[in-house]
């Protein structure tokens, strides 16, 4: 954890905001346990969906931990990236996720495709518990704030057809697919949107019907990678 994430509810009421704050929760924990901080060592904080700033140790116990915090810093700006992800088994949903929110993705949506196992929508471990869970431990790895914006499309031809379409709206869209004959492109500064495909593979209707709705299909090289893999290789050549 880089960067302790308070809530607003962790606050009180605004008429009592003041710059102090007790935990005494798993975060508590993390910095009596893993941080072995003491009284008057600073860390990083941030308020979710809010600012970056630095707070101090006012007081330790056995149960909880008193900060005194500043916030003045906006935190690291996002990619202007929406992930458009084939649901993948739902614990490398759950890291995917995690990964996606780390390097900065500011909207996700998952998808239901024809080898995607259907089981996995009813998974606890991509309830919207579960997947919050895992972007604010990508926050807080990457000292973000802001969570990303979460969706579920259960049905592939209604949203490609109907929803798709607008959605691509001043957006470059694009799919990742091992036998396209085109190449990455890279250094790319405008919205885009990035299809990745489940384990299995996008079969050959879907990729039609994705190029229908105006994404272009690329590849990144011969090896087949991982979908967690590709995820993390295509960002990173895209925007990094
Ligand atoms: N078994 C599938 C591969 C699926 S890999 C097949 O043979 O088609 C899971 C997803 O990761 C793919 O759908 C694609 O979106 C992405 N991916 C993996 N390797 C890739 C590569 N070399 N280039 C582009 N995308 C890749």
């Known amino acids: 954890m880089n960067l302790l994430l308070l809530q607003p509810e962790d606050l009180g009421a605004p008429s009592q905001q003041h710059n102090l704050v007790t935990l005494s929760d798993e975060r508590a924990k993390h910095i009596r346990s ?13 308020l979710l969906n809010g600012l970056t700033g630095n707070a101090e140790i006012r007081a330790i116990s056995e ?19 929406t992930l458009l992800l084939a649901l993948p088994r739902p614990k490398m949903a759950k890291r995917i996720i995690r990964a996606a929110t780390e390097l900065g993705v500011s909207e996700i949506i998952l998808l239901n495709s024809y080898r995607v196992d259907k089981s996995y929508w009813q998974s606890p471990l991509v309830s919207n518990e579960s997947l919050t869970g895992a972007m604010l431990e990508g926050l807080e790895q ?49 919205p885009s949107l990035l299809a990745i495909g489940p384990e299995g593979g996008f079969i050959p209707y879907e990729c039609e019907k994705l190029t229908e709705a105006g994404l272009q299909g690329f590849s990144l090289g011969p090896r087949i990678l991982k979908t967690e893999t590709a995820v993390s290789a295509i960002i990173a050549r895209l925007f990094l």
């Open 34 to 46: 893993v941080l072995r901080a003491s009284i008057g060592d600073t860390l990083k904080v941030g």
């Open 142 to 190: 990457a000292g973000d704030t802001i969570l990303p914006s979460i969706n579920r499309e259960l049905r592939f031809k209604p949203f490609v057809e109907d929803k798709l379409p607008s959605l691509l709206q001043h957006k470059m869209g694009l799919f990742a697919h091992p036998y396209s004959t085109q190449a990455v492109p890279t250094k790319i500064t405008q």
């Open 63 to 81: 149960r909880s931990v008193s900060l005194e915090f500043e916030l003045h810093t906006p935190p690291p700006p996002k990619l202007p990236l």
